[in-house]
């Protein structure tokens, strides 16, 4: 063979290798591009599950912030019910004590009749003893 008919050949050879290599390159190039399709759906299917666990967890601690706060109005409501009738059971006991104090004094009063030393006696001590009672409910009320 000549060099003339070889040179063809050689082209034909060569064009032959390039085509090739431009398939291999191709097919490459598409399984990159796969690679890369794959890896950006499990990015995005990742990122689904990710909020989606997020999504989860804020939805707990809402009901959580919400559960702390049902009870936290429960305690109050409870405490102030409790305040409320220890108010109450406290003003009983002053209208109580107010009719104790109006019961005695109306005896003093008619002891106070018979004799006028002892009702001088008697007035003072009912006058200390309410000053006390009352000290101590102002203070009990103020407690």
Known sequence: MSAETEQPGNLQKEIRQLREMI???RAELENQQLER???VQQAVADAGVESQQLKSTISALRDELERVRFEENEHIHQAVSNAT???RQLQ???QQLRHELEAQRLDSDARSRQTQSAVNDE???LKA???????QLEQQHAG
């Open 37 to 39: 399709d794959r890896a």
């Open 123 to 125: 007035v003072h001590q």
């Open 85 to 87: 009738d220890e108010n």
């Open 129 to 135: 003893t309410i000053a006390a009672l009352r000290e």
């Open 23 to 25: 398939e291999v390159l």
């Open 92 to 94: 009983a006991t002053i």
